[in-house]
């Protein structure tokens, strides 16, 4: 009997706080375990008239996390093209290549971009990996290739590449924006 009151409720949503209290009062009056449930059901002094449940549609639901940049914010390449030329400009000019210094210009280049980047003030949800290439300008072709898989709305890289007359530098900078 109890089994059947339970299913009984669970199929027919009450209309309003007083039927609710009505139909599990009744299902509590013949569960014995359900005593003292039913003793804390009986007082009527928490409900009041005109509180009835709400239909969902009355919720309104705000949607504040970003599923993407805004509207033609992509990364911001031409700020980055420019900060990378003076950064490697600043770092390499005048200088002609030693192996044993090449590895340290290298670093420092990729290090001063990285905070660069970092203190630009754009987007915190904008990622960035830097890239930085030196080699000795022998003669030979060189070629560098890069394969990503990205969002073409949202995601880009720039290179720069230099050239101080012994050897050659590239840079490039690639943007992804964190979903």
């Not at 705000?62 to 509207?71: R, S, T």
């Not at 911001?76 to 490697?88: E, G, K």
Request: charged content about 25%; proline content about 4%.
């Amino acid at each position: 009997n109890t089994d059947k009151n339970i299913a009984k409720m669970s199929t027919q949503r009450p209309k309003t706080l007083s039927t609710a209290k009505e139909s599990f009062r009744a299902s509590a009056v013949s569960a014995d375990s359900r005593s003292e449930v039913m003793s804390h059901s009986d007082s009527d002094e928490e409900w009041e008239p005109g509180n009835e449940d709400k239909p969902a549609s009355d919720v309104t639901i705000y949607n504040y996390y970003n599923m993407g940049p805004a509207f033609g914010k992509k990364f911001p390449l031409p700020y980055i093209r420019l900060m990378i030329a003076q950064v490697v400009k600043e770092k390499l000019a005048n200088k002609t290549y030693n192996q044993s210094e090449a590895l340290k210009w290298t670093r420092e280049v990729a290090d001063d971009i990285n905070i660069k980047m970092k203190g630009r003030g754009s987007s915190p949800r904008f990622k960035h990996v830097v890239n930085v290439m030196l080699y000795q300008q022998t003669g030979a072709g060189c070629f560098y290739g890069a394969r990503a898989i990205w969002d073409e709305l949202s995601d880009d890289y720039i290179t720069f590449t230099f050239d101080g007359g012994s050897f050659i530098c590239i840079a490039a900078v690639f943007g992804c924006y964190q979903y």
